[in-house]
Each structure stands twice: as C-alpha cells, then as structure tokens.
C-alpha cells in the first residue's frame, strides 16, 4: 500500500511557537510574491519552442546532477540512469527503466534538499498524493507522462504558473542566442534574458581555449591574437548580449578568487605568452586575474553586474570526467582567500558606486571572516546567496546567521536558484522564502527587530533586493 505525500503548511517554520508564529505571518506576507531567477541553466530552447517535456526521467533525472550524483555514490550506474557518454557508449535509453531504477532509490536522499524540490514538483505541480516508491513507479511515471501532453505543462504555461516575473540562462560568448531571439520575436510577454560567461575565452586551462578564442575573433572579426582586439572582441560581445540577449550579467566561474592589475605593457606580455602556449602554471591564474579585472574595467562601461563564483573544483572524479564530461556531480568546494585574492580589483574598483559585483562562495568559513567585512565596506561588493551544496536549508540558515551583523541585509542580494531542473525553481525559492521568514521571525521574537521592519526585511530579500542588484 502507498504512503501519502502531503506538505505540511508549517514546514521548515521554526519548531518553537512564538518564533513559528511570527515566521508564519512573514512568510504568508511573501509566499505569492513573483520569483525573479537572476542566475540559473535552464535551457532557453524551452521557452523559445515551447514544446512538451519529452518524459518524466529527460525532465527530473537525467539532467540533475543533485539527483544522479546521490544515486552514483550508492552504486547507480550513471548509463542506467541515462546519462550521455562523451564517446555515444551504450546508456539506458528507456524512460520508464531510467524512471523505474530513480524510484527504487528514492529513499537515499532522504533529508536532502533534493527531497524537498522533488515532493514539491510532485505534489504541487503535478498533483501527486503518493510518496515515490519501487510499487507505485510506473503509475506515478503514467500520471507525469499524461500530464506532460496537456498545455498547461508546457514550458511557457509553467512559467506563467510559476509566477516568474523573469528568468536569466548562462550563455558563453560564442553563442548566438538565438533562442533568445525567438523569444522576443514570438510576441510571448514571459521575460527570459541571458547571463554573459566567458569563462571558455578567458580561462586557458579550457580544453579549447585557443580554438574558441580563434572562433571569437572569427565571429567579432577582431585580430583576437592582439591583447587590444581580444579585449575588443569581448566588449563586442558584451554588447551583443546586452542588445539580443537582454542582458544584466556576467558570470565568472574561475577556480579562484584571484585577481590581478598589471601594467598594459605586462598584461600585453602575458597575453603573448598564453596565445603561444609558453604559459607556466603561474601564467595561467595570473591570466584569469587579469580578465576579472579587465571585466570590472567593461562592467564600468556597459552597466553589466559582475557575479564570481569561485572557490569549484570542477571535475574532480577523473573517470566521471573521461567518460560523461564536465558538471556531472563531481564538482568540489575548496578553501578560498577573499581579502587578499581581490585586494588588486578592489583597490582599482572597490569604491565605485556605479559598479557591482556579487561574490558567491562554497567555502562557508569565509562568510563571518572575510565576505560579509568586505561587503559591509566596499560600495561595488553585494553577497550573493548561499550557492550550490548550501542551497539548502541549513545553508541558507548558516548564511543568514554569519552575515547578517555584519553586512545587514542590505548588502545581500536575495535569491538565485542556480538550477538546470525547470520544476524545481519554485520549491527552491519556497524553501529560501520559508527559512529567511523563519530567521526574520527569531528577531522579532527576540525582540531584535519590530513586525513591521521585518515584514518590509521580508519583501526586500525575496523580491526587491534581487530586482535592484541584478538590474532587473
């Protein structure tokens, strides 16, 4: 016999009532409120071609690296659970296996984030009253499948549904957006815009590093061997993304937090030696500094808001990596050093008022030590949301917790998803709203801060704070 799957109104509202109390008021002050997705990998084919979900293992399974990295590490097989090989090896092609062998291991992410956005997608999207198990696979498979084939569960009646105000993919500056150009052409009023991350051109231990620099100068018709035309050459892009692409931001995903601001006759050199292949290890890091601050120096210019999402190490299981490629669930937080890996930007850039940038970390001790001074100083620094493994509700609580007397609220910028799994994006920014009512609740319990400051605290970090940051 199956279990029910219910949703508890009170879930992850604080456990005493008083506290409780308060945070069920804050958080019915903001549950309807519009989702606004500065940052995330959904794929913009979607809401440019608007056609069905091709089935429910294509949609929740095979590409949420949350969901199959829980199950590899108990033993799943990644090919049975239909993820590509580079080398077009044999996979599970089957849906209803794929979706079948996802069901008999359901239970291991008990506890886990993933639970929470699954039985939300489940319940609340598509109206599933049965827990997930082995017995009732295919009848819960059946249910997704027909719900699939109906209007309302395409992407762009989602997206209404959903109540997203507006949406940012990531694209690289090769890219030619023309999804997003389809969308503005099809006259559909839901606003997706891009995110600029040239981290392919810019990071030369790329594997096509110099090939793709040779194909953004192909595309921009700039001399990208020259220092002068390849920084051309990205401002063009920049500028193309800005005009097709509606776009508010870059995002950087280097290794570190390191950055740099050499004489021109240095970064000149340095370039040099890079395009030639002479680059010594050091070269490398010292190159991607630099174009963090070159990118600050464009941010300037063309308005774009600058996110760091450093401190990864992407693709740390070699195998996962020879023979599925990059971000499939091996990707590691690593220690980082904020205070003196962004002294050389800040010192150039640090006190613009018309400049923001938004630095993300996986390493959570840096939050109270480093992050939060920082951006309690410098007027361009805002924190970004507790990102990826901290997506969480213990890490958004942590995240509250460790800035909050530091850098306020103020210098924080609300909520991003961050996610390539389309349903999941409104029981993700549920689950953010749920605990930071929860925090703002505490205080007023505490009597640290008044309802009615908290209620306004409330509306800002789930919604305005976010529109004012990325320039939405």
């Known amino acids: 016999m199956s279990r029910p799957l219910t949703l508890h109104p009170d879930r992850l509202l604080p456990a005493d009532p008083t506290t409780r109390a308060a945070a069920r008021t804050l958080y019915e002050s903001v549950a309807k409120l519009p989702i606004v997705s500065p940052h995330g990998h959904t794929n913009p084919a979607w809401y440019a071609e608007n056609q069905p979900f091709a089935d429910p293992a294509s949609l929740f399974i095979v590409p949420d690296h949350y969901v199959f990295r ?10 049975d659970l239909g993820v590509p090989r580079i080398d077009g090896g044999r996979i599970e092609t089957d849906p209803r296996r794929i979706w079948r062998r996802f069901a008999e291991n359901f239970h291991v992410l008990r506890g886990t984030p993933s639970a929470m956005w699954l039985a939300h997608a489940f319940h609340e999207v598509l109206g599933i009253d049965e827990r ?17 084939k109906r209007p309302e569960f395409r992407p762009r009646a989602l997206f209404e549904r959903f109540g997203i105000e507006v949406l940012s993919t990531t694209e690289t500056p090769l890219d030619d957006l023309r999804h997003h150009r389809a969308i503005a052409a099809s006259g559909w009023t839901g606003r997706v815009v891009t995110a600029f991350r040239p981290d392919i051109v810019c990071d030369p231990d790329m594997p096509r590093f110099h090939a793709d620099v040779a194909e953004l100068g192909r595309i921009t018709g700039r001399d990208v061997a020259s220092w002068d035309g390849y920084l051309a050459a990205l401002a063009d892009r920049r500028r193309y993304f800005i005009e097709y692409g509606g776009c508010t931001s870059t995002d950087h995903g280097h290794p570190t937090a390191f950055t740099a601001d050499l004489p021109r006759h240095e970064a000149e050199a340095l370039f040099r030696r890079i395009m030639a292949g002479d680059a010594a290890p050091d070269d490398v890091e010292l190159f991607r500094g630099q174009m963090l601050t070159e990118m600050a120096a464009m941010s300037l210019v063309d308005g774009l808001v600058m996110q760091i999402h450093p401190g990864a190490m992407r693709s740390q299981n070699e195998l996962v990596k020879r023979v599925f490629g990059e971000a499939k669930g091996d990707d590691w937080p690593s220690a980082t050093d904020y205070v003196h890996d962004l002294k050389p930007l800040l010192d150039r850039f640090g006190n613009e008022r018309d400049l923001t940038i938004i630095l993300f970390t996986l390493d959570e001790t ?10 309690g100083h410098y007027p361009a620094l805002k924190l970004g949301p507790a990102w990826w493994f901290h997506d969480s509700p213990e890490g958004i609580r942590r995240y509250r917790e460790q800035v909050t007397e530091t850098a306020g609220f103020y210098n924080t910028v609300g909520f991003n998803d961050d996610t390539r799994a389309f349903l999941s994006i409104p029981a993700r920014h549920d689950v953010a709203r749920r605990i930071d009512c929860g925090y703002l609740g505490r205080l007023v319990a505490e009597h640290r801060i008044d309802m009615d400051d908290a209620l306004e605290v409330a509306h800002d970090l789930t919604y305005r704070l976010v529109k004012k940051a990325y320039r939405l």
């Open 70 to 79: 829980m199950l590899y590490s108990q033993g799943v097989k990644m090919e």
């Open 132 to 148: 997930l198990e082995a017995g009732n696979a295919d009848a819960i498979y059946d249910h997704i499948d027909a719900c699939l």
């Open 366 to 375: 840096t939050y109270s030590r480093e992050l939060a001074p920082l951006a």
